[in-house]
C-alpha cells in the first residue's frame, strides 16, 4: 500500500540535540511501497540549525527540508510544518528523542490497521539523571506529565484522553476539517504555555473521532536534568492552570469574582490549606502543586471577560 509520510519537526536553539535527531531519522527503516519527508522548522534559532539541516540535506535530497519560521511560538511552526507536508500522514516528534528503528514502520502499520483518525505512540522517559525521591508515577499522589512519558501497556486500545506532541501522528484530512493547533497555546517568546497538542486532540475527541493508542510506535524522550526540580514542576503546574483557561475548561455558568470563577478560589484555598497540613513529604508536594495549578488559573481568568454575573 502506497502511503506517503511528512515528519514535522520543529526546533529552537537545539543544534547539537538536532543533528543527533537527524541522524536517527536517517537511520530509520522506511516502509515499503512508501515516500517519507522529514521538515525541520527552524523557530528563528540563533545558532547553526540551518547549517545542520542543509548538511543533511545535501546528504538526503529530497528526505530532508529545511524551513524558516521567524514568529516565535512552537503552535506557528508546528502549522507552517503542517502547511508545506505533502503526506497523506503527518507525524510529530520533538528535537531532543531518540526514535525506535521501525518508528516510521509502525506508524504505517498501524494506520493500515485501525480504522482511525490519529495514534499516539509509546514514550518512554530515559533517565540521565538520577529521578527525584519526591517524583511519584503512581498512586493518590500521582503527579501529572512534567516529565514526558506514555506507557499504556503493549496493547493498542482506543483513546479517551490526548496524546503527545512527541509521538503522535494524524491523517491529513484532520487538519482540513479541524483547522490547525492554536497559536495562543505552546511555548513561545513570552511564556512556557504548554497545551497545543492536547488541546487539539480533545477537538477530535469531542468531534467523535477515533485516537488509538500504538504500543510499537516508541520514542525514547530524554529527561533534562533541570526538569528534575521542584521549580520546574512548579512552573509547569502554574502553566497548565493557565492553559485550562485559555481551552474553556470554566464552566460558562460559573459565578466569577473579579472575573475568576469564585470555585478557583476555593480549589486554591483547600490545595494551599492540606499542603500546610500534610504530613506526608510527598503528599505535600503533591498539594503544593495543586495550589499552583489553581493560582495559574486564577492568573489567567483576571481581566477576561466574566462567564456569569452576580
Same mark, same amino acid.
Given at each position: ?10 526546533? +529552537? &536553539? ?21 515516500? /517519507?519527508?522529514?521538515?525541520? $522548522?527552524?523557530?528563528? #534559532? ?7 539541516? *542543509?548538511?543533511?540535506? =545535501? ?10 519560521? #521567524? ?11 503542517? !502547511? ?31 480504522? /482511525? ?40 486500545? *482506543? ?11 494524524? @491523517? ?13 497555546? !505552546?511555548?513561545?517568546?513570552? &511564556?512556557?504555555? @504548554? ?7 480533545? =477537538?477530535?475527541?469531542?468531534? !467523535?473521532?477515533? $485516537?488509538?493508542?500504538? %504500543? ?5 524522550? %530524554? ?11 512548579? #512552573? ?14 470554566? %464552566? ?8 475568576? %470563577? @469564585? +470555585? ?5 484555598? *483547600? ?28 492568573? *489567567? ?10
Amino acid at each position: 500500500m502506497y502511503m506517503e509520510i511528512s515528519v514535522v519537526l520543529c526546533t +529552537y &536553539n537545539r543544534s547539537e540535540g538536532l543533528q543527533k535527531v537527524l541522524s536517527n531519522l536517517a537511520r530509520l527503516t522506511l516502509p515499503e511501497c512508501s515516500s /517519507c519527508e522529514v521538515i525541520v $522548522v527552524d523557530n528563528n #534559532s540563533m545558532d547553526d540549525t540551518k547549517a545542520v539541516v *542543509e548538511e543533511f540535506s =545535501r546528504t538526503r535530497p529530497g528526505f530532508f527540508k529545511y524551513v524558516l519560521e #521567524s514568529r516565535q511560538g512552537k503552535s506557528f511552526a508546528l502549522n507552517t510544518g503542517i !502547511g508545506l507536508a505533502k503526506g497523506k500522514i503527518i507525524a510529530f516528534t520533538d528535537d531532543d528523542v531518540e526514535l525506535d528503528r521501525d518508528w516510521l514502520v509502525e506508524i504505517t502499520k498501524a494506520f493500515e490497521s485501525f480504522d /482511525c483518525i490519529g495514534i499516539g505512540g509509546k514514550i518512554i522517559a530515559v533517565w540521565n539523571c538520577q529521578k527525584p525521591r519526591w517524583y511519584v508515577e503512581s498512586g493518590p499522589y500521582k503527579l501529572m506529565e512534567a516529565i514526558v512519558r506514555l506507557d499504556l501497556g503493549e496493547q493498542p486500545l *482506543e483513546l479517551g484522553k490526548p496524546v503527545w506532541g512527541a509521538n503522535m501522528a494524524f @491523517r491529513r484530512t484532520v487538519f482540513e476539517k479541524y483547522g490547525l493547533f492554536r497559536g495562543d497555546l !505552546g511555548p513561545n517568546s513570552e &511564556n512556557s504555555i @504548554r497545551g497545543e497538542d492536547s488541546e487539539f486532540c480533545w =477537538r477530535l475527541l469531542r468531534g !467523535g473521532e477515533k $485516537v488509538m493508542y500504538a %504500543p510499537k510506535v516508541v520514542v525514547y524522550h %530524554p529527561v533534562e536534568e533541570k526538569r528534575t526540580k521542584k521549580n520546574y514542576f512548579k #512552573s509547569w503546574y502554574f502553566d497548565y492552570g493557565r492553559a485550562l483557561v485559555r481551552t474553556g475548561d470554566i %464552566p460558562e455558568q460559573a459565578i466569577c469574582y473579579f472575573g475568576v %470563577p @469564585r +470555585y478557583l478560589f476555593r480549589q486554591y484555598v *483547600e490545595a494551599s490549606a492540606k499542603w500546610l497540613c500534610c504530613l506526608n513529604p510527598r503528599g505535600r508536594f503533591y498539594y503544593k502543586l495543586q495550589a499552583c495549578l489553581a493560582r495559574g488559573a486564577i492568573v *489567567e481568568s483576571r481581566g477576561r471577560p466574566k462567564l456569569a454575573k452576580l
